[in-house]
């Protein structure tokens, strides 16, 4: 419910408590867009949970999950969820499962099966006996006294304290003042917390931690290794950025909006619609980049030339200038300065908060179907006082103006009774008899709208303009 759109977008790590036992819940997103978050998730865990919709049945992200959880070699339990919705078929899922040899237990097989309702809570206590039942057969251990061993879930910057990443310890115990290398990145562990915000002084096996120490944010499913000096795991991280540094990407090229990408393809051959990708995680930077690289266009190569992790800065606008390119926010803002610099430049910046509207708007853009986007900006509120009639104009709306203002040229929207009675424009705005382009709080005025004229006393006018947006 706390996630833009009401779908997960984030790999997500907590853990539940039961008499017998721990067990630690990796969450990734169900949507298309997030493979290699299913794909880590499968290589990190021990057992896969296929949660699967009882009136849906096995869609394609199921089998697909299916197949990331068989090259990991990691077994699995098919929760059959919305149990109590009144279309479930539970045995039409138990049907489907043997096409990817998947046996229920049900037909002599090996896969475990459990019905449950996500809403209601039923048969979820079945499901996490089933795991510990599953995880005593399998007879998973680790060792917390052997080399630490982990990976890292996810990773972002958060303001005031800079890289945070979250890791997964696999073998042997994380402790404060640990010093670890994840990729291209290096640190010593400052402070740790558990999924619930709680302070840790060590981690053990099983256990998911936020790390605060890194240098940088690291990448999503970097594994971390650890050293006994700062110095080793520096040079080691040094090295390896020396090895990847002659990427460039300063090449000079014309400046161009999604509006007008399609206007730039009256010439020969593709052209090219080069695109820097900044969000919050870097599970989202991932998702983003694999989602556009599979925009498939003979005319417009989509080519991203930069990703990385938190708000889009002056350096990614001054890149996207040399590329020609644009720069998209996937769940993060530009810096102010950043804004300053991308009109200079004339650098479209365009942020979005849902992962398939950021797709939508760049295939159209491909496609040369872009529409320009507008919000609405509130310009004040008006109640209607008292209704004069005139004999030549007509009904007038004798108002006061509460809050803000209220202008000529605003679009109004007249509420009553919490519904809405009229969307348009104003004919006319009058201070006592007087026309006038505005009217501020405080003030009374006479107000006729375009074509309607059934308004009555009480009524609330909210003024209102659509601007448009990057």
Request: charged share 25%.
């Amino acid at each position: 419910s706390k996630e833009f759109g009401g779908i997960t977008q984030h790999i997500g790590a907590y853990q539940v408590k039961l008499g017998e036992g721990l067990i630690t819940f990796l969450d990734t997103p169900g949507h298309a867009a997030f493979t290699q978050m299913r794909a880590r998730g499968a290589q990190c865990t021990d057992i896969v949970v296929l949660v699967v919709a009882a009136d849906d049945g096995i869609m394609p992200q199921t089998i697909e999950a299916i197949n990331h959880a068989k090259s990991a070699k990691v077994p699995i339990i098919v929760a059959v969820n919305k149990i109590d919705k009144p279309d479930a078929n539970p045995d039409k899922v138990l049907q489907m499962l043997p096409q990817y040899e998947l046996i229920p237990e049900a037909y002599g097989g090996q896969v475990a099966t459990v019905n449950v309702s996500a809403h209601t809570g039923e048969g979820v206590e079945d499901l996490l006996e089933r795991i510990l039942l599953e995880a005593e057969v399998a007879e998973l251990k680790a060792d917390p006294k052997a080399k630490l061993q982990g990976v890292i879930v996810e990773a972002k910057l958060e303001k005031g304290r800079g890289p945070v990443a979250t890791v997964l310890v696999e073998e042997g115990t994380l402790k404060i003042g640990s010093i670890l290398a994840a990729g291209k990145t290096w640190g010593k562990v400052k402070a740790m917390t558990n999924w619930l915000g709680e302070r840790m002084a060590e981690a053990g096996p099983s256990t998911p931690v936020e790390v605060l120490g890194f240098n940088d944010v690291p990448f999503a499913g970097d594994k971390i290794e650890f050293f006994a000096t700062e110095r080793e795991a520096r040079d080691l991280v040094e090295n390896r950025i020396t090895l990847q540094r002659n990427k460039s990407f300063a090449t000079k090229k014309r400046k161009v909006s999604l509006l007008d990408l399609r206007k730039t393809m009256d010439g020969s051959g593709a052209k090219s619609l080069n695109i820097i990708v900044k969000a919050d995680v870097q599970g989202s930077v991932e998702a983003v980049r694999g989602l556009l690289e599979k925009i498939d266009n003979a005319e417009v190569d989509v080519s991203i030339i930069h990703t990385g992790v938190g708000p889009i800065t002056d350096s990614d606008i001054l890149l996207a200038s040399a590329a020609g390119g644009i720069a998209v926010g996937f769940n993060v803002k530009p810096e102010p300065s950043a804004k300053v610099q991308a009109e200079k430049e004339k650098v479209e910046i365009r942020t979005y908060n849902i992962i398939y509207e950021l797709l939508e708007d760049i295939e159209k853009a491909v496609l040369g179907m872009l529409e320009p986007k507008f919000e609405e900006e509130f310009h004040g509120t008006v109640e209607v006082r008292a209704v004069f009639k005139l004999t030549k104009a007509g009904k007038v709306a004798g108002s006061h103006c509460t809050e803000g203002k209220i202008t000529r040229n605003s679009l109004v929207r007249v509420v009553r009774d919490r519904e809405v009675v009229f969307e348009g424009k104003l004919e006319s705005l009058k201070n006592v008899k007087q026309d006038v382009r505005e009217i501020n709080a405080g003030q009374d005025c006479g107000v006729k709208f375009n074509g309607w004229e059934d308004f009555k006393e009480g009524d609330v006018i909210t003024a209102y303009e659509m601007i448009q947006v990057n």
